[in-house]
Nanobody
Framework: VQLQASGGGLVQAGGSLRLSCAVS????????VGWFRQAPGKEREFVSA????????YYADSVKGRFTISRDNAKSTVYLQMNSLKPEETDVYYC???????????????????WGRGTLVTVSS
């Protein structure tokens, strides 16, 4: 499975960005795709995830109401729409995938087998 994240960039506080995660390589309909973020010297933090086939979505409390995860079957891509961004959300954002996650594991980065390269999001104050 290959994952490619894109869409990062520089945005002012309160602005919006949409990240994309293109998934390829296997039948991904049973996969869970997650978004995580990590700042230098900090642990990787769960942001959001989606169970592809059921379209069930999960969010960290800190992003609920501001971020929206979605998937496009035709494009094999998962999106993360991020609104009302805050300077403290300046991080490298990663997408990850796995086909065997139980619900309690969705929030744990070490449970994902497949990772894409990160995309940097910088939120200026």
């Amino acid at each position: 499975v290959q994952l490619q994240a894109s869409g990062g960039g520089l945005v002012q506080a309160g602005g919006s960005l949409r990240l994309s995660c293109a998934v390829s390589g296997r039948t991904f309909s049973r996969f869970t795709v997650g978004w995580f973020r990590q700042a230098p010297g900090k642990e990787r933090e769960f942001v959001s995830a989606i169970r592809w086939s059921e379209n069930i979505k999960y969010y960290a409390d800190s992003v609920k109401g501001r971020f929206t995860i979605s998937r496009d079957n035709a494009k094999s891509t998962v999106y993360l729409q991020m609104n009302s961004l805050k300077p403290e959300e300046t991080d490298v954002y990663y997408c990850a995938a796995d086909s065997r996650l139980i619900t309690s594991s969705i929030f744990l980065p070490w449970q994902y087998d497949y990772w894409g390269r990160g995309t940097l999001v910088t939120v200026s104050s």
